[in-house]
């Protein structure tokens, strides 16, 4: 059987790209007989119903018992709860927090906790449809987390951790092998949303990328060929000073596979899963953010000054924080109304707007006044780059940019209006095309290998799926329409908008104003 050559990771990601010459043949008929179920479902275990501590914080203000449910019952809630049951011809289609491609949901989320006097040791999957926790084993497993994550500091110090995973077939049922692209992004907007819900009822999580599969998987009695670990996210409680703690490193790199045998179609997302992994035996450490000796990506020139040509037109995005409201109200609200945009007028946006979607999906500095972390968890955001094409900004100039977030900066890098090619490139979808405004974020994969190997594939995604989930909560707060787009002509999108050719489109976010 001949071999192939190259990082796995690239070998995916040629593969699955979508081409105006072969998306015809990328594509099936649904099968509606085959449809996925949405919900995992465990025939024993203890129940523990969140539904009572969703009431106003100030039912529980002097019960400790109901103020520590509360909170847990709210970061899960505006993590992947249920916000909306939409009938359909075929069923009813049940709406979470986080948004997913298709409305397929391929995330579970599972609580492990340590053992507290309200919540014994052992393992839990939370069950959105009825937002309670079962209980599906009951016993200590907590130093079992820690080695399958290399003893990472901050499991010495915290109770609870959120695992997510995903449920191969609930998205690969539409998307096939791509659908790998996927889960990952799908999973960044639930680490938004974690990352966010935590703020609003005092934790800090702290995001593991790093960590065994295979141990991990066996921790929660998965079966690796439908389902997989994705995240390890550790809970620090802000109400208990022992945890409030240093930030470490959120990824580790996996092997880099260069030599493989020719993979059918169909067969690509379980491979690459595997691929991924990180193996038993790694002799990696976890180091805190001021080591000296962490690794640094290496690049001709600093993000700041990517496209910092002298004749090019340079817009400052410097704005004033969006304000979420007393006690973040607003924030909760967005969260759990929040619904992807289905049709834009072509109208204008401002350039405040715009500025104001930046500065909250880049500048979490500018928020901790008002509560939320200045310095949330990605994998490597040195990674990922920004390019925005302009159709409709009041006060910007038609044209593709690039965006430098250290500098705070759009810098044109085309000078023409893209509403016609938009439209093509995103598979002909009028979003594209009626969008004022479409952020895409991209990353060089070769580059990214170098420093993680196979495993940043999952990295790279997830962040650009984080970002994207604050772009979109930024949008809906400021009554905008903004809709992810995970199905594009990934070439096309680098000649039509003068991307470097290496860069990988990950995501696309359109922006505007709904119909």
């Not at 020719?262 to 001021?290: K, M, V, W």
């Not at 004749?311 to 109304?337: H, M, Q, R, Y």
Request: aromatic letters at 12%; one cysteine or more.
């Amino acid at each position: 059987m001949p071999e192939q050559h190259g990082p796995f990771a690239q070998h995916y990601h040629e593969r699955t790209k979508y081409d105006p010459e072969t998306i015809a043949t990328k594509g099936q008929g649904l099968d509606w007989n085959k449809q996925p179920v949405p919900f995992k479902e465990y025939k024993i275990g203890t129940s523990f119903d969140l539904k009572p501590y969703l009431e106003e914080p100030e039912t529980f203000a002097d019960d400790p018992a109901g103020t520590w449910w509360q909170r847990l019952s709210r970061l899960l809630f505006c993590s992947y709860g249920l916000t909306a049951r939409v009938p359909t011809m075929m069923g009813p289609v049940y709406l979470r927090a986080a948004p997913s491609a298709g409305g397929l949901y391929p995330a579970e989320v599972y609580l492990i906790s340590r053992g507290t006097p309200l919540l014994p040791a052992g393992l839990y999957n939370y069950q959105p449809q009825t937002h309670s926790l079962i209980q599906f084993w009951e016993s200590e497993v907590w130093q079992s987390l820690q080695t399958a994550c290399v003893w990472h500091p901050v499991l010495e110090s915290t109770q609870l951790a959120i695992v997510t995973t995903a449920i191969f077939y609930r998205s690969a049922w539409r998307y096939q092998d791509r659908a790998y692209r996927r889960i990952f992004l799908d999973t960044g907007h639930l680490l938004g949303n974690i990352e966010l819900a935590a703020a609003l009822n005092n934790y800090r999580p702290h995001l593991i990328g790093g960590f065994v599969d295979e141990a991990v998987n066996q921790l929660l009695y998965l079966d690796p060929e439908q389902e997989g670990a994705i995240a390890v996210i550790p809970l620090a409680d802000l109400l208990d000073v022992k945890q409030h703690l240093p930030l470490y490193q959120t990824a580790l790199p996996s092997a880099t596979q260069t030599e493989y045998p020719n993979i059918p179609d169909g067969d690509l997302l379980l491979y690459c899963h595997q691929t991924t992994q990180i193996e038993s035996g790694t002799t990696a450490r976890i180091r805190s953010f001021d080591s000296s000796d962490l690794p640094q990506v290496t690049q001709e020139k600093s993000l700041q000054d990517k496209y910092n040509f002298p004749f090019c037109l340079k817009v400052s995005s410097a704005t004033s924080p969006i304000d979420w409201g007393v006690n973040l109200e607003g924030l909760e609200n967005t969260i759990l109304t929040r619904r992807s945009t289905r049709a834009y007028s072509g109208a204008e946006l401002t350039l405040d707007e715009l500025k104001a979607l930046l500065d909250f999906t880049y500048q979490p500095q500018h928020y901790i006044d008002q509560g939320l972390d200045g310095k949330p968890d990605y994998f490597d955001l040195n990674l990922i780059e920004t390019f925005i094409a302009v159709s409709e900004v009041a006060g910007l100039e038609e044209g593709c940019y690039y965006y430098a977030p250290k500098a705070q900066e759009l810098r044109q890098i085309r000078f023409k209006n893209f509403r016609r090619e938009l439209h093509y490139l995103c598979l002909g979808q009028e979003l594209g095309r009626d969008a004022a405004a479409v952020l895409f974020h991209t990353a060089d994969l070769k580059t990214a290998v170098a420093q993680y190997g196979d495993r940043v594939y999952r990295y790279l995604h997830m962040d650009a799926g984080h970002l994207g989930q604050r772009l979109n909560l930024a949008a809906i707060h400021l009554n905008l329409g903004v809709s992810g787009i995970g199905g594009f002509f990934d070439d096309q999108v680098n000649e039509v908008l003068g991307i470097p050719a290496d860069e990988a489109v990950l995501y696309i976010t359109t922006l505007g104003r709904p119909r």
